[in-house]
């Protein structure tokens, strides 16, 4: 799966995959984002040899992944594919927000050399640690002949950045692609493809703002049994802009937490409607009073109403 030998990059955030713990045992009690990205690819004898570059762009636990940090991260992706000899980038990540920086950087970017963000579910320090055969697997997808877009590699299967979701909380094959399934399995280092890479058009750099103030702010809301409006009080109340309500089976939300909504919504604020459900798309059968998000999941809504927010701010 090689692709003319060329130069990969590798960007540090953090994670899991760069944790460290006090015992080889520890797969829980763990520091998160402790090693450089440098040290990890070090730590992976079979890369040693092969063209690849390695910039820090970050060191944190993904739990607390900001505005900064993406667009930083973005920038920095965008920088190095402009490189005619680069072939692919590589991002170590934790796998706690992985599903929301790989759908942000696959909608701002969509870009048309391989983006592979790869995490770990075990510190480098475990007996059994999965990072090293993850980033070996990574750099291989980076260096595949025709590769492209934004995925995501970890125990031995690539997930597009449009479908990937974490789906459990610590079995090392931890990530899922819902209906649509795995893109490809990576076998022996080779690539077994089961469908096309990520595409779709750019929201591009440009329109994304330097300070993270300026970000649209934009929550979710939980529909569940006795939900209230309260909530949609107290985040209005706060100045926001947009909400995401993650709605109940296929995207019904409680006829209280719907009221605000609505409310909220005829004041101005941008609302979008999901489902909290693992899999499957909210089908209306007739228009919504609130718009639906279709087969994205909540955390997928919020990145693209933000979007669209921005890009109404600019227009
Ligand atoms: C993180 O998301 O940074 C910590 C958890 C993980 O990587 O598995």
């Known amino acids: 799966m090689q692709n003319n030998a060329s130069l990969v990059v590798v960007l540090g955030t953090g994670g899991t995959i760069a944790g460290t713990a006090v015992h080889a045992t520890d797969h829980v009690g763990y520091s998160a984002a402790q090693l450089g990205a440098a040290q990890l690819v070090a730590a992976v004898p079979a890369l040693a040899g092969l063209p690849i570059e390695v910039q820090q762009i970050a060191q944190v636990d993904s739990k607390d992944m900001d505005f900064s940090i993406w667009r930083a991260l973005a920038e920095a992706v965008d920088q190095h594919l402009a490189r005619p000899q680069v072939c692919g980038v590589v991002i170590t990540h934790g796998t706690d927000t992985l599903e929301e920086t790989a759908y942000f950087l696959q909608r701002v970017l969509a870009p048309s050399k391989p983006v592979v963000l790869v995490a770990a579910m ?126 109940t089976g296929n995207g019904s939300v409680h006829r209280a937490l719907e009221g605000a909504l609505l409310q909220a919504q005829a004041a101005g604020v941008a609302v979008l409607r999901s489902s909290r459900c693992l899999g499957g798309s909210v089908i209306d059968a007739t228009p919504p009073a609130l718009p639906s998000a279709g087969a994205l999941t909540p955390v997928q809504a919020r990145i693209e109403l933000m979007l669209q927010l921005l890009a109404h701010r600019v227009a």
Do not use: M
């Not at 076998?187 to 750099?205: I, Y």
């Not at 107290?234 to 802009?241: D, F, K, M, P």
């Open 122 to 247: 075990r510190p480098a320090t475990a007996l059994q640690a999965d990072g090293p055969q993850n980033l070996l697997d990574a750099v291989g997808v980076a260096r595949s002949v025709g590769a492209r877009g934004v995925v995501a590699v970890l125990a031995g299967r690539v997930h597009s950045a449009l479908d990937l979701r974490k789906v459990h909380t610590y079995r090392l094959d931890a990530f899922d692609s819902g209906d649509a399934g795995t893109l490809a399995q990576i076998e022996q280092g080779r690539l077994r493809q089961h469908r096309a890479w990520p595409g779709g058009e750019a929201f591009g750099l440009v329109r994304l703002p330097r300070d993270a103030a300026q970000w649209p702010q934009v929550e979710i809301a939980t529909s569940h049994a006795g939900s209230g409006g309260a909530i949609v009080a107290a985040l209005c109340a706060s100045g926001v802009q947009g909400i995401v309500v993650a709605g």
